[in-house]
């Protein structure tokens, strides 16, 4: 019986074992990029990856992500660069096909108004809300409360007094 037991809980921990080495080995980063042999086609491929988000991190540009879809999106820039295209023919290739959510600053048109404007939106949300919570607080309380001498003595003989 002891013995069974020995065997299933290796059985379980090689397994385990296992489980480990093939996620490990699925959750590796990407290779590194090849870098073009000319350094300002390299310069040029990385400041347009820096304008790119990546479709896959999405907090992360395109020149500092090295997710799969990343690593082949820069390729592509590369690709598009080396054949004559200029920068902003580029930018507006992956706008077109992947939307403007690519790009790190949307350009502001109607589609786009919500992210220009929806952090001062909340702003001013928050700041509405958080005022209507203190008039509610100040109307709940009838305002704010009155200094007695009555409280001055009593705050005194709190104080005074020895710990109990």
Do not use: H, I
């Amino acid at each position: 019986m002891a013995r069974a037991r020995r065997s299933r809980s290796r059985a379980r921990r090689g397994g385990l074992w296992l489980a480990f080495a093939l996620v490990t080995a699925v959750v590796q980063a990407a290779p590194a990029l090849d870098t073009a042999a000319d350094s300002v086609l390299e310069a040029r491929v990385n400041q347009v990856a820096a304008e790119l988000r990546c479709l896959v991190c999405q907090n992360q540009s395109l020149a500092d992500s090295n997710a799969s879809l990343a690593v082949d999106l820069k390729n592509q820039v590369r690709e598009q660069l080396q054949a004559g295209r200029s920068e902003q023919q580029v930018l507006a290739y992956m706008t077109e096909r992947y939307g403007d959510f690519v790009r790190y600053r949307p350009p502001l048109k109607a589609s786009t108004v919500l992210l220009w404007a929806g952090p001062l939106l909340l702003v001013l949300l928050a700041a509405l809300v958080l005022r209507w919570a203190l008039a509610r607080s100040q109307q709940a309380t009838g305002g704010a409360a009155e200094w007695t001498e009555e409280a001055s003595r009593r705050v005194s003989r709190l104080l005074d007094e020895p710990p109990a």
